[in-house]
């Protein structure tokens, strides 16, 4: 069994909660729009793997460091971590194919700042969207999600709420 610590939309912010609600995660994925690496390095420092992909706005060193897209098996689920995928009946453009060429059970990814857990009952997966864990954007509240995976099965799935925009700890 493994948990997850997910989130995404970070934009370049630090939440010092991230460290807390993610302490005891084997894996942390962050879905994209990290914005500064020094986002990526803080989240390393706290589990033992991160798995990250770039958003529409990483550059420069986040954009060398993760690629579009990340398929990969893990404790029997086969996931898909992106940025821009859209959601069950709302896939976007070559999506759902993808998902379907490719097995996916879970599929993460961000960008449009609403949290999202959905079972599409079409393709027998998992989708999550952790919402918007950063300061910018139109979100109400920001939010990270966590979740066990063990032999294929989704469990514990848990969201955590940050608070609004203007509820923040620590920048950069």
Same mark, same amino acid.
């Given at each position: 069994?493994? =948990?997850?610590?997910?989130? $995404?939309?970070?934009? *370049?912010?630090?939440?010092?909660?991230? *460290?807390?609600?993610?302490?005891?995660?084997?894996?942390?994925?962050?879905?994209?729009?990290?914005?500064? *690496?020094?986002?990526?390095?803080?989240?390393? $420092?706290?589990?033992? =793997?991160? @798995?990250?992909?770039?958003?529409? /706005?990483?550059?420069?060193?986040?954009?060398?460091?993760? @690629?579009?897209?990340?398929?990969?098996?893990?404790?029997?689920?086969?996931? !898909?971590?992106?940025? /821009?995928?859209?959601?069950?009946?709302?896939? *976007?453009?070559?999506?759902?194919? !993808?998902?379907?060429?490719?097995?996916?059970?879970?599929?993460?990814?961000?960008?449009?700042? /609403?949290? =999202?857990?959905?079972?599409?009952?079409?393709?027998?997966?998992?989708?999550?969207?952790?919402?918007?864990? %950063? !300061?910018?954007?139109?979100?109400?509240?920001?939010?990270?999600?966590?979740? $066990? /995976?063990?032999?294929?099965?989704?469990?514990?799935?848990?969201?955590?709420?940050? %608070?609004?925009?203007?509820?923040?700890?620590?920048?950069?």
């Amino acid at each position: 069994m493994k =948990r997850i610590g997910i989130l $995404s939309d970070t934009h *370049s912010h630090w939440d010092d909660r991230f *460290s807390y609600y993610f302490a005891d995660c084997d894996e942390i994925w962050h879905a994209g729009d990290i914005g500064y *690496s020094e986002i990526l390095d803080r989240l390393e $420092s706290i589990g033992p =793997r991160v @798995r990250a992909v770039r958003g529409n /706005i990483d550059h420069g060193e986040v954009a060398r460091r993760c @690629r579009e897209i990340e398929i990969f098996d893990l404790e029997g689920a086969r996931v !898909l971590l992106t940025h /821009i995928g859209g959601y069950p009946g709302k896939w *976007s453009r070559g999506m759902k194919r !993808l998902l379907q060429e490719e097995g996916v059970t879970l599929m993460v990814d961000g960008h449009s700042h /609403i949290l =999202r857990v959905m079972y599409d009952k079409e393709l027998g997966l998992l989708h999550i969207n952790p919402g918007a864990a %950063g !300061l910018q954007g139109w979100h109400q509240k920001r939010t990270l999600v966590k979740l $066990s /995976i063990d032999n294929g099965q989704f469990k514990d799935c848990e969201v955590i709420e940050l %608070g609004k925009p203007n509820n923040h700890t620590t920048e950069r």
